[in-house]
């Protein structure tokens, strides 16, 4: 069983950057593969970026490409998720996830998820 937390949310400026944190609890952790979803008010949850269980394979969604980087320390049992040049489009609550797949973009294929934390970007 896999529990996941996330910190390192808060208020930026545009142009800014934050780092999110997403601790997992549970000697699984490097079995899993991990994910950010965000979802901004009035809209569906949405992927974002997502690391491989050894972290040798990531996928960013486009809108983030260049701007977002996850990464992963399994001796740590935490997922990072580096984000530089803040937009306020990128407002929104974040989510990490965990899924037993190798590495997944589809939020109903991940079992386990963060209670989310709040990024807000002011323009």
């Known amino acids: 069983q896999v529990q996941l937390v996330e910190s390192g949310g808060g208020l930026v400026q545009a142009g800014g950057s934050l780092r999110l944190s997403c601790a997992a609890s549970?000697?699984?952790?490097?079995?899993?593969?991990m994910g950010w979803f965000r979802q901004a008010p009035g809209k569906e949850r949405e992927f974002v970026v997502a690391i491989s269980w050894t972290g040798d394979i990531t996928h960013y969604t486009n809108s983030v490409k260049g701007r977002f980087t996850i990464s992963r320390d399994n001796a740590k049992n935490t997922v990072y998720l580096q984000m530089n040049s803040l937009k306020p489009e990128d407002t929104a609550v974040y989510y990490c996830?965990?899924?037993?797949?190798?590495?997944?973009?589809?939020?109903?294929?991940?079992?386990?998820w963060g209670q989310g934390i709040q990024v807000t970007v002011s323009s």
């Open positions: 549970g000697r699984t952790f490097s079995s899993y593969a």
């Open positions: 996830a965990a899924t037993k797949k190798r590495i997944a973009i589809a939020a109903g294929e991940y079992e386990k």
